[in-house]
């Protein structure tokens, strides 16, 4: 079964600081990948995702940015965080089956 | 504009009674549908699908229905337990494998 390692688990940030969140999957090959913000009271909003290594679809215009270095490796980015940019982030791989989700990563601007 | 809703952010059940998640959704190209859980600083977890070619799929406790001419699906859970107090979330998959996900329904099952 797929298993998806998300780190850290927390992490808090000064505004304006670059940040850099990895995902990495065990258990399957070439899966489609994902991330997820959820913002405090709101749903799931689709930040980006990616059918393969080096192809990144981004649904939402924002300043964060994602890459796909290798098959089951995903990381996400900023070069300068904003205060609206706190919240829950989440790694989801799926093929043609339900996705799977990380832990999270809860992120917090001051 | 979101294509998958929950329109009740909350719901409270006393324990062993039925507790019924809704979820709407606009796109008729939705081909699958899913339901996850989530505690608390987790990622979600799966629950229950549902094909488009069918309108009903039971597990256990859960059942979810879907009704496609009303662009509606429903999760029941009977009898509910205080352990299955976590928000619920719909999900619905285009034919780009793109998943659409609701805002989420809070359960909160009294003992």
């Known amino acids: 079964s797929q298993t998806i390692h998300q780190w850290p688990a927390t992490l808090v940030q000064p505004v304006g600081s670059p940040l850099s969140l990895e995902c990495t999957v065990e258990g399957t090959s070439n899966p489609n990948l994902y991330w997820y913000r959820q913002a405090a009271g709101r749903g799931l909003q689709l930040l980006f995702y990616s059918v393969g290594i080096g192809q990144i679809s981004s649904e939402v215009p924002q300043n964060l940015s994602a890459s796909r270095p290798q098959d089951r490796q995903f990381i996400l980015s900023s070069k300068k965080l904003l205060l609206s940019d706190s919240g829950f982030y989440l790694c989801?791989?799926?093929?043609?089956?339900?996705?799977?989700f990380g832990d999270g990563t809860r992120l917090s601007i001051l | 504009d979101q294509q998958v809703k929950q329109n009740s952010p909350s719901l409270s059940v006393q324990e062993g009674r039925i507790s019924i998640l809704n979820c709407d959704y606009t796109?008729?190209?939705?081909?699958?549908f899913l339901w996850y859980k989530k505690y608390p600083a987790e990622g979600p977890t799966f629950l229950i699908s549902i094909s488009s070619i069918k309108d009903k799929n039971e597990d256990g406790r859960f059942t979810v229905f879907l009704n496609k001419s009303a662009k509606h699906l429903s999760l029941h859970i009977v009898p509910s337990q205080p352990g299955d107090s976590a928000v619920y979330f719909c999900a619905a998959m285009d034919n780009f494998n793109k998943f659409y996900f609701g805002s989420g329904t809070k359960l909160n099952v009294k003992p």
């Open positions: 796109n008729s190209m939705f081909d699958y």
């Open positions: 989801a791989a799926g093929v043609n089956q339900p996705q799977h």
